[in-house]
């Protein structure tokens, strides 16, 4: 088998809705993700993925759905005060911890084709979820 991966960063708000910690409050954080691609064989350019379509893919999505948006859980009433004001939220089931951002890159790299091994995700330098099935 092998692997490639490719690692994406962006910037994003949240808080954690019925949590009683600082991260209730909302804040932003500077994220990492890395996107594993497994393979069984290489293409015939040698390739397991081409890094290119790999940024061209998720890359972008991410910099459409993901980068300088805030994301608030679906019950959060702080919602409706931002979407009002024009903010760009984005409503998640649950809260929108690192977990939940490692499965929505995951699952949306699944989506289109991509033979993901897992979903590294960093909030912080220090601190990284993982999802793989
Ligand atoms: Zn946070």
């Not at 999505?61 to 300088?68: E, K, M, N, T």
């Not at 939940?100 to 601190?127: H, P, Q």
Request: aromatic letters at 12%.
């Amino acid at each position: 088998m092998f692997t490639v991966a490719r690692d994406f960063s962006f910037s994003y708000g949240h808080r954690l809705y019925r949590y009683d910690g600082k991260c209730k409050r909302l804040h932003g954080h500077n994220a990492e993700a890395r996107v594993v691609i497994a393979v069984d064989s290489l293409d015939e350019r040698g390739m397991a993925l081409d890094f290119v379509n790999l940024k061209a893919i998720v890359g972008q999505w991410i910099d459409d759905q993901l980068d300088h948006r805030v994301f608030l859980a679906d019950d959060d009433p702080l919602a409706r005060i931002l979407l009002d004001a024009g903010e760009p939220v984005v409503l998640v089931e649950g809260n929108p911890t690192a977990e939940r951002f490692a499965l929505m890159i995951y699952e949306y790299a699944k989506s289109r084709g991509l033979n993901v091994e897992r979903v590294d995700f960093w909030e912080t330098k220090n601190c990284r979820a993982t999802y793989s099935q």
